[in-house]
Nanobody, 128 residues
Framework: QVQLVESGGGLVQAGGSLKLSCAAS????????MGWFRQAPGKEREFVAA????????YYADSVKGRFTISRDNAKNTVYPQMNSLKPEDTAVYYC?????????????????????WGQGTQVTVSS
């Protein structure tokens, strides 16, 4: 089992920045690819960004490409998305998730079905 706890959400004005964190405990963190998804009210959960176990590969949804940067620190068992130039449409609950390290390619990382463990989510609200 892997336990994931997100933090860093909050209220920010459009154009501002937030850095979320996801702390993992349990089984070896470095064995897992990590991803972030989000869900806005009335909408389905959608892929945001992901990073491979070694940080070699990163993947982003088109909607956040160029604005969000995902990174991880395996020594601290933590993954971070740095979110810049935030827009009101970025408002959502953001979820951290862990996938098997064998995940490969954008399609795999972007599929919520590939993720084995999920955090409880952290709210991000961007005001206009």
């Amino acid at each position: 089992q892997v336990q994931l706890v997100e933090s860093g959400g909050g209220l920010v004005q459009a154009g501002g920045s937030l850095k979320l964190s996801c702390a993992a405990s349990g089984r070896t963190f470095s064995r897992y690819a990590m991803g972030w998804f989000r869900q806005a009210p009335g909408k389905e959960r959608e892929f945001v960004a992901a990073i491979s176990w070694s940080s070699t590969n990163t993947y982003y949804a088109d909607s956040v490409k160029g604005r969000f940067t995902i990174s991880r620190d395996n020594a601290k068992n933590t993954v971070y998305p740095q979110m810049n130039s935030l827009k009101p449409e970025d408002t959502a609950v953001y979820y951290c998730a862990a996938a098997a390290a064998r995940c490969s390619g954008y399609r795999c990382y972007a599929s919520s079905d590939e993720y084995l463990y999920w955090g409880q989510g952290t709210q991000v609200t961007v005001s206009s």
